[in-house]
C-alpha cells in the first residue's frame, strides 16, 4: 500500500517541488486556467519586442504568430524561420496557434464578393489556386513551431451562400481531413467579412462537417459586428467540444449607431466575465489570444497593453486566473 500523506505533509512536498524549478509556489497556485496569448503584430512588428512584452509585461505562456518583421509568417524565410524560434525559446514561449489567411479568397465561379480586398491583407496575398500550397505551407509551420492548430477562414462573403454552399463545405472538409493526417487542426475563424461570420454560421458549419479536426477559431467581437449577442446568446448554439481557440478583441456602437466600431476589451459590449465562465465550466482549456484592433491608444503596442489589462481583468473576475 503507498504511504499516506498528512495535508501538511503533502503541501510541504508541494512547496518543496516548487522550490525545486525554480518557480514560485504562488504562481503554481494561480497559473491561468486558459493559456493566455496575443497576437504579436498586435503589439509590434519587431518580432523580438512584441516577444518581450508578451512574456514579462503581459505575462503570457502562448503568442500566436500571423505577422513578424513587416512580412506575413507565410512568406518567412529559413532565416527568419530559425531566429523565430531561437527568440521564442529565449522568452519561454509557445505558439499557440499559426494564423494562417488559408481561405481568405473569393469563391471561384461566384460574383465577386464585394468584401474581397483591393488589396492583400496582413501581407497575405494569395490566390484560390494556391490554397493547397499555403494548407502545405501552414502545416509544416505548425512543426516547425510546435502547436497543432492552425487557422483559417470560409472565403470572401456572398450575397447568396447557396449555390455554392455545399462546395465550399466540402473543400473545408478536404483540408480538415489533410490537415488531420499530420495531426493539425483547422480552426476556422467566424469573420464578419467571410461565409461564416457568427456563432449561428459557425454552428451551421460544424455540424455540416463532422471532421474532428475543423474546430472553431470562436470571435465573439466578430459576431458581435455582425449583429449577433455572442453571449449568451451565440454561444449556447456552439458545439462546446468543437470551439478550439479564441479571439478576444471588443466592439462598440459607432457614434451613428448602425454599426460597430472597435474597443479595448472590457469597454465594449461583450460579456467577456460571463464568457470565460462558461468557457471554464464547459472544460475549454486551450488559448483565449488577445487580437486588440482597436488602435485608439495611438500605436498598436499602447493600444494592446490596455486591451490586455482588460482581459485579464475580466479573467480575473471570471475566476480563470
Known sequence: MPPRFSRRRFVAAIGTAAAASA??????????????????????QDFGHALEVASKDFGC???????????????????????????????????????SPLFKVDWPGAPQSTFSPKRDLFRADFTFKQQDELLNRATELAKTFNTNRVRCFDFWRLDDQKPHRAAMDE??????????????????????SCNTATSAEAARLLDAIQVPS????????????????PYPDG??????????????????????????????VGKGVIDFVGIFKALKKNGYR??????????????AEASSRISMAGLKDALKRAGAL
Open 61 to 99: 505562456s502562448h503568442v500566436e504568430l500571423r505577422e513578424m518583421w513587416n512580412k506575413n509568417l507565410m512568406h518567412a524565410d529559413a532565416n527568419e524561420l530559425a531566429e523565430a524560434r531561437r527568440l521564442l525559446e529565449r522568452y519561454k514561449l509557445g505558439v499557440a496557434c499559426i494564423a
Open 235 to 264: 454561444y449556447k448554439l456552439l458545439p462546446k467540444d468543437r470551439i478550439g481557440h479564441i479571439h478576444c478583441k471588443d466592439v462598440i456602437r459607432n457614434a451613428g449607431g448602425q454599426g460597430f466600431e472597435y474597443a479595448p
Open 286 to 299: 486551450h488559448a483565449v489570444s488577445l487580437e486588440t484592433h482597436w488602435r485608439g491608444a495611438g500605436s
Open 23 to 44: 518557480v514560485p509556489f504562488e504562481a503554481m497556485v494561480s497559473r491561468p486556467k486558459f493559456k493566455l496569448s496575443v497576437i504579436t503584430d498586435e503589439i509590434s
Open 171 to 192: 473543400k473545408l472538409k478536404q483540408a480538415a481531413i489533410k490537415a488531420g493526417k499530420r495531426n493539425v487542426i483547422l480552426v476556422v475563424e467566424n469573420e464578419p
Open 214 to 229: 475543423l474546430m472553431l477559431n470562436w470571435d465573439p467581437g466578430n459576431a458581435a459586428s455582425r449583429g449577433e449577442t
